[in-house]
């Protein structure tokens, strides 16, 4: 990969130039889209910042105004005017007010920046969480979305804050500037052009590498994620057994540092070109000072301007130029800025498809679950996960889904709980669509068991409380559920009972076995009261032999009446469904009860005859 920036003169295919006017279109509204963000967060902090910006971009005018009116006048007390002491007093007086006021209008802006920041950054990411919330599973499965979630994350503490910023900056060195010019203009018009060009070359080297390496890091997301990712597996417990004993620690580290490698080489090439180019141009800024140093020098010796105003003129012309290398360094920043929040913007736009509709009752009460013809595709995969999938689960009954790995059995599971989006097909539940039910209704008429349940860092109660979130903190809950699931001697034995917080990660926290973890999970899953479909993915995965049996037992108690969907690799957890369903490359290959299928010899009684052949 040859990456790298481009100088400001040089030329851009007709593409990126295309990019670049947008871009620029786009910078002044992604800073107004800034400022609503500021608005948002707090109104007092943006009214202090704003009045903070006013007085520390008028007080600079004042003072060096005020510096010509203090010099002419000691000049004409020299003279012998009796006067001029009264009017260099009061002159220094109001130049002192001016100096006060500019102070206290930096502290003004100092102070706002620091409340801001923490606040500012707290309402981006909380809108990107709240965002990330609202995306279906398929969505984090998606590579290229990650890349945009992860442009929008890595910088959100400090980009929308460092737009604003820059803008009240913008806006402060204006104010300076429009008293500058017209102190400048009594001088010449010459004095205010030569001012003004003197920072504009500047201020296109800075935008075109503002541009260039805002390209370079977005372009590298995947690489950054990469990074981020390695981080995460050398960083956290989850990984650290495992790393450890295989000794993969050396192998990761050479990974992240070739990633590192890799970014750093064109990241420098990039910096050293911006900063060379920011060189010349400064030095080129500098000479047009002294030259316009000399100009007014001489005018004061030829007698065409005064000592005062030759102090003025010399004072505004140094702080008029740095106000407009630091206004035009400040539109070069915000250019970066704003195409972050253009990112920032086009996460948060990221269409969510519709978790739900209105529907919260049903047509047929008697109709069950129906799966129709349903068929579902992984992005990029070359054949269907589930292809032409149907059944008929009547109320008060349970089928079992059963399968070699890869089958399509948990992918079943993810579209039967509305994670996923069917391609084709449908289902149906007392006669409605899936999609039709609303949100709300459907949380109260099923629960579900994942294979690959959460271990929350929590109390083992809100372990359990996370299955109904209208209940997360009832403790009666939290019991009745554990009592179903059978699992008070996890609780029994834990210091704090349901209060004791459980993993490795903070102070105080006890961590439990996989089998343990996977009893609490199962509570999780009944703390919803009086659902009528339970889906149940690989329930006894993690249990021992004999719990397995009390766990098949509890499972066809806990089912009584009920709807239930059992995906389980053991054969004899499904031999307690009224019917078992075969899956087989995405496709339902048997349908029957365990003898018959035993009977027909196929499939099923593959894997029936290979479990039976381990216990002899």
Do not use: C
């Not at 990107?128 to 609202?134: D, L, M, T």
């Not at 889906?535 to 499972?555: G, H, V």
């Amino acid at each position: 990969m040859n990456h790298s920036g481009p100088d400001p003169v040089s030329d851009e295919p007709e593409q990126q130039e295309e990019e670049d006017r947008q871009g620029a279109s786009g910078a002044l509204k992604n800073s107004l889209r800034a400022l609503s963000l500021v608005w948002e967060t707090s109104r007092g902090l943006t009214v202090l910042l704003v009045g903070s910006t006013l007085a520390a971009g008028l007080a600079p005018v004042a003072a060096a105004f005020l510096a010509r009116i203090v010099v002419d006048a000691v000049v004409g007390s020299l003279a012998g005017e009796g006067a001029a002491k009264f009017t260099a007093f009061w002159g220094i007086v109001g130049e002192g007010v001016a100096v006060a006021v500019l102070i206290a209008g930096n502290r003004g802006t100092a102070l706002g920046q620091q409340l801001l920041k923490a606040k500012l950054a707290h309402h981006v990411t909380r809108r990107i969480i709240e965002k990330a919330s609202q995306l279906g599973l398929a969505d984090f499965e998606d590579p290229t979305l990650h890349d945009r979630m992860e442009e929008a994350r890595r910088e959100a503490t400090v980009r929308p804050l460092g737009l604003v910023l820059r803008s009240f900056t913008l806006a402060k060195n204006a104010i300076s500037l429009a008293g500058y010019f017209a102190i400048l203009v009594d001088l010449s018009w010459w004095a205010v052009g030569v001012l003004v060009v003197a920072g504009v070359p500047a201020f296109f080297s800075e935008a075109r590498f503002s541009e260039v390496t805002f390209r370079f890091f977005k372009s590298h997301s995947p690489e950054s994620r990469e990074r981020n990712y390695i981080e995460t597996v050398l960083t956290r417990e989850h990984f650290a057994k495992e790393v450890g004993f295989f000794g993969l620690g050396d192998i990761f580290l050479v990974r992240y540092d070739e990633l590192f490698d890799r970014l750093y080489g064109e990241d420098r090439r990039i910096a050293i070109k911006r900063h060379v180019w920011g060189l010349i141009l400064g030095l080129a800024g500098t000479a047009a000072f002294f030259a316009a140093y000399i100009w007014i020098v001489l005018d004061t010796v030829e007698g065409l301007l005064t000592l005062g105003q030759m102090t003025m003129y010399v004072v505004v012309f140094r702080q008029g130029q740095n106000a407009v290398t630091t206004a035009l360094t400040s539109l070069g920043g915000m250019y970066e800025d704003a195409l972050y929040v253009e990112s920032l913007d086009a996460f948060l736009a990221h269409p969510v498809v519709g978790d739900g509709g209105e529907i919260d009752e049903g047509q047929d009460t008697q109709d069950g679950l129906r799966v129709e013809n349903l068929t579902y595709t992984y992005p990029g995969a070359s054949r269907p996960a589930l292809d032409g999938v149907s059944f008929h689960l009547e109320p008060g009954r349970t089928v079992a889904i059963v399968g070699h790995n890869g089958s399509g059995k948990s992918t079943l599971v993810k579209l039967l709980t509305r994670r996923y989006v069917p391609d084709g097909g449908r289902i149906l539940l007392d006669g409605v669509e899936l999609s039709a039910w609303s949100t709300d209704a459907l949380r109260d008429r099923v629960s579900v068991l994942f294979q690959d349940f959460n271990r929350y860092k929590l109390t083992a109660g809100e372990n359990i409380g996370a299955g109904d979130a209208e209940r997360f903190d009832d403790e009666e809950g939290w019991k009745a559920a554990t009592e179903e699931a059978r699992a008070e001697s996890v609780i029994a034995e834990l210091d704090k009972g349901y209060h004791t917080r459980l993993g490795r990660s903070f102070r105080g926290a006890s961590e439990l076995s996989g089998g343990q973890w996977q009893r609490l999970a199962f509570a999780r899953a009944l703390m919803k009261q009086d659902t009528d479909l339970l889906i149940f993915d690989e329930p006894t995965s993690a249990a021992d032999p004999k719990r397995q049996a009390e766990l098949d037992d509890q499972l066809a108690e806990i089912l009584q009446g009920r709807m239930g969907v059992i995906v389980s690799h053991r054969l004899a957890t499904a031999r307690i469904a009224d019917d078992i369903l075969v899956l087989d490359h995405g496709r339902v290959v048997e349908l029957g009860h365990h003898d018959d299928l035993v009977e027909q010899d196929g499939v099923y009684a593959s894997l029936y005859r290979v479990q039976a052949a381990a216990y002899r």
